[in-house]
């Protein structure tokens, strides 16, 4: 068990922007740490200097306090699990899992107790005989996580590994992830450019854009306090609406806007928005209602329970709490303190 | 109306099929005729096979194993094919060191010029022996190996390596990266991961380098007929044409005789690597 910190870490490639510029980063022990940003936005590169596979440009990278920076893979006493599951295709499963172990001169004995716990921690004890490409993606996935396993590592490096399974299979998948992880007890960190993935998984999020991190905390700190217009639009969907007022972007989420009778009786004081219908998405447990604030295009979101009257072409006048108002800079798209 | 439909399809089917097997009997036939024609010539007298009103295909004379005595006793061919053995183990040998890691170097870490060299290498491959062979029968005499079969052993390389490279190419791309670096996070050096991971994921590619190097090796002429004048060095190819044609006279049952010897257990051994070979070929395709 260890804390991962990054220093100040870049990497560039060639010219042009760094695709890692400058990233101070720490996890807690044991934490389960989702590194969130849209494609291209340096994780996968933060994760492999993290790993060791990548040098970095400037800045050190300490697992356990210990500045492992210059030290090769082997020596950092570190599990990764690649997108693509990285199997070694010409062994069984079992060789697979006890690869690692043979690295480390474990004796054959023990590697066998090893595979077994590990097999039996995923379910995958029916498979040890075959070879990976006779397995699901599924499979694979919990596979990779048993050789991940297996040597009981410092740290999991996991880079987007769920993005090869598909929609039902995912759902299920994420559960068991964090519940092994929980299990485990292993510092993690995990890489992923999907919200609902961040949000479900993650103890704390790192949101990056552009090789930078553009705010770090728990899955409800970063939705409901949005540090900038970034992390305000790039989580949540519909993501917050912005809407130009006084120099300022006035920030709110689409479940936050309502009539403004519904919310006379829920305490706090009521900002009126006046909200131009345009178009209505009826998507069974909910409602998305697109539409015009000040010129400015935004969306509402209602529960199908409630019965809120929307008709396209209308102007409707609806609120929002105050307290679910957040301002940003319109310059430099940064929060900025205070009531609307 | 839906039986006679689907008795329909079976005859097509069937048609279908025996056109198949027609085809594949009448390739197979094509293939095999000259070694059966070969193999006959080898137990001819003398008179039955110039006489041209025999059918070539029979014995019109009792067969005999005069030809294979003549053949063994006559000529160095036992020296011959011992030369060829040694040849083509230390070719295949030197080729194959050396192209395991130019290969690897030039898809992993020449970066985006190792594509262009590659193709240079091969390149190279394709200069005739026809016009290399004057400078390098200077580099041959040079360093002391004339009318020695160490001069072939030297020589061939500079052919099966271009090749061989460029062939090994192909393979070694079609391993991803990932498997290489899972090994490396798993707890091995760079060539502790090479040497578990894409070493053995590449054996048919290696395989196949192997029996391209004795190929060629195996059916070179011009370098050997160059260097090598004395029986002793002599190859099978060199040695059995210059020595089992006289003048205008050919030793027809003798020369079938040497080439058929030789043909027979490489085919068998070809035949026992075939599963291997197309596993390789379609390692890559096979996904999901
Ligand atoms: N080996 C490389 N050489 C050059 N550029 C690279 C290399 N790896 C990544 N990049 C660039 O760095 C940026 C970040 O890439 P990556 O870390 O893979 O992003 P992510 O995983 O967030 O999608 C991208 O612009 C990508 O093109
Ligand atoms: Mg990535």
């Given amino acids: 068990m260890a804390v991962v910190e990054t220093r100040g870490l870049v990497k560039q490639f060639g010219e042009g922007a760094a695709a890692v510029d400058g990233i101070d980063l720490a996890s807690a022990d044991g934490e389960f740490l989702v590194l969130l940003g849209p494609s291209g936005c340096g994780k996968t590169t933060l994760l492999r200097m993290i790993g060791g596979l990548e040098p970095p440009t400037a800045g050190d990278v300490l697992i356990g306090g210990r500045v492992v920076t210059n030290l090769p893979p082997r020596a950092r006493q570190i599990a990764m699990v ?33 595979v077994a716990w590990a097999a039996g921690i995923l379910g995958i004890e029916g498979l040890l005989d075959r070879r990976p490409r006779q397995l699901s993606g599924g499979q694979r996935q919990r596979v990779a996580l048993a050789r991940a396993l297996v040597r009981e590592p410092n740290v999991f490096l ?52 552009q090789g930078r991190i553009r705010q770090l905390g728990t899955p409800r700190e970063i939705y409901d306090d949005p540090a900038d217009t970034f992390v305000a639009t790039f989580l949540g969907s519909p993501p917050m609406n912005l809407i130009p007022r006084n120099g300022h972007l006035l920030g709110f989420r689409p479940e936050h806007v309502a009539p403004r009778q519904m919310l006379e009786g829920a305490g706090g004081d009521l900002v009126p928005i006046h909200f131009l219908a345009t178009r209505e998405e009826y998507l069974g447990a909910e409602r998305l209602v697109y539409g015009e604030v000040e010129g400015a295009k935004a969306v509402a979101r209602f529960p199908s329970t409630v019965d809120v009257p929307a008709e396209p072409g209308r102007g409707y006048e609806f609120a929002v709490l105050a307290r679910d108002l957040k301002r940003f800079d319109a310059a430099t798209g940064l929060r900025v303190a205070g009531p609307a | ?152 052993v030297l020589v061939y390389p500079t052919f099966t390596i271009p090749f061989c490279t460029w062939l090994l190419m192909g393979f070694f791309k079609s391993i991803p990266w990932d498997i290489e670096e899972q090994a490396m996070i798993d707890g091995y050096s760079r060539l502790g991961a090479i040497w578990r991971t894409v070493i053995p994921i590449s054996v048919p590619g290696i395989l196949t380098v192997v029996v391209f190097a004795f190929a060629l090796t195996l059916h070179e002429f011009v370098y050997a007929l160059a260097f090598v004048s004395s029986s002793a060095g002599k190859t099978i190819s060199v040695g059995v044409t210059t020595e089992l044609i006289r003048g205008d006279v050919f030793f027809w049952q003798a020369l079938m005789a040497a080439a058929v010897i030789v043909a027979i257990p490489i085919a068998l051994l070809y035949n026992l690597f075939l599963d291997r070979f197309i596993a390789g070929f379609t390692l890559g395709a096979v996904k999901g």
Avoid: C
């Fill in chain 1, 82 to 114: 690649f997108q693509s599951y990285a199997l070694y295709p010409h062994m069984s499963v079992a060789n697979n899992i006890a690869f690692p172990l043979k690295a480390a001169k474990v004796p054959k004995a023990e590697q066998e107790k090893k």
């Fill in chain 1, 158 to 209: 996991l880079d987007e590994p769920l993005s090869n399974l598909d929609a039902q299979r995912r759902a299920s998948a994420r559960d068991e992830l964090q519940g092994f992880q929980r299990r485990v007890g292993t510092t993690t960190i995990y890489v992923t450019h999907d919200q609902v993935e961040a949000m479900g998984m993650g103890d704390r999020i790192a949101v990056i854009n």
């Fill in chain 2, 1 to 152: 109306m839906a039986g006679t439909g689907t008795a329909l399809v079976g005859v097509k089917r069937a048609g279908a099929r025996g056109i198949i097997y027609a085809l594949a009997t009448f390739f197979a036939l094509f293939a095999a005729l000259p070694f059966a024609w070969m193999i006959i010539t080898v137990f001819k007298q003398n008179t039955d096979l110039y006489t041209r009103t025999n059918n070539p295909f029979l014995f019109n004379e009792p067969p005999t194993l005069g030809n294979i005595d003549l053949l063994v006793t006559q000529t160095k061919y036992l020296t011959f094919v011992g030369n060829t053995l040694l040849v083509a183990a230390a070719v295949v040998l030197i080729t194959v060191v050396a192209t395991v890691p130019a290969a690897y170097s030039l898809t992993r870490l020449a970066g985006r010029w190792g594509e262009s060299l590659g193709i240079g290498i091969f390149l190279v491959y394709l200069v005739p022996p026809t016009l290399l062979f004057i400078p390098l029968s200077r580099i041959v005499a040079d360093v002391g190996l004339n009318n020695s079969r160490w001069s072939m």
